[in-house]
């Protein structure tokens, strides 16, 4: 199995060499609580919890696969949409991997549909009424008791019996790491579906199921409903197995397409002195329409 990137040195390296200050100081727990599944899976309703955002026809952007990312579809407070019908959910971050990936299946960062197929066959008793969207946000202090505590309440709201949480960028698998405990500590179970895994072990969660994809892919690869299905079984085990806090279990599905994508990932080493600097531009043009930092 190809070994994991190292996400944390790479991006603290690539926002240097475009020019920016002081790195980011990313979360650290220190306690990270674990609780256990009260039931049987197949008696247990699943809830939801990502970092995606909902697509939205109103606001006059593109939002097609493949489009360019823009501010206009980000959001400040804790979003809830029906679990039914499977809520269209889109990416809109900045540091996810678009040149590996087109996600023009959403099944690889929304396990709606798969979580559905899995009660159809009777491996859990459902999913709870809402997905919950939550904001990506650099401040740890605004992601943990806004956010978290926001989360918390509408999962309550909600009945069901435990969490699968789906980051998508960098900072969304802090933020999931941090709501994780959060809900461990008010009595949920959590298990975090992602792809960046030093990330998550760095902040610290009860449960890490991990996938090793370019980030955007946290569910599986594209267009292959087994591995995506398998994908998300094992994390249920995982949610169901795991004894102590901070269990990772490592997927053993590998990416369909270029073997090579964990080089090309925001690699500062590889681009020449062109490129940074417009990749640079190009950020700072961007940023004040959208604090595309909080990403």
Known sequence: MQDP????????A??????????????????????????????ARIG???TTAPFRPDIGVDQSIGAPVTGKTKFKTVL???????????????????THTTHADPRTYNPVDTLKALQNDGVIAGLGPRVHSVPTNRSQATT??????????????????AVVLVPICPVCHQAMALIATGLEAAGMPTVIMGAARDIVEHVGAPRLFWSNMPLGNPCGPPDDTASQKDSALRALTTLVDAVAPR???????????DPNWQQHYSNAAILSASEIA??????????????????
């Open 5 to 12: 990137l190292l996400y944390l040195p790479r991006i603290r």
């Open 14 to 43: 690539y926002y240097k060499a475009l020019g920016y200050g002081a790195p980011y100081v990313w979360a650290q727990q220190t306690d990270v609580p674990l609780v256990r599944l009260k039931k049987p899976l197949t008696e």
């Open 48 to 50: 939801v919890v990502t």
């Open 80 to 98: 809830s949409h029906p679990v039914d019908p499977t809520p269209d959910l889109r990416l809109n971050h900045v540091a996810y991997d678009t």
């Open 144 to 161: 943990r008791d806004e956010y978290g505590a926001e989360v918390i309440a509408r999962i309550r709201e909600d009945g069901v019996d």
């Open 247 to 257: 269990t990772t279990v490592a997927s053993d599905h590998q990416w369909p397409g």
């Open 278 to 295: 417009e990749r640079r531009a190009a950020f700072d043009a961007n940023k004040p329409k959208a604090n595309r930092l909080d990403q």
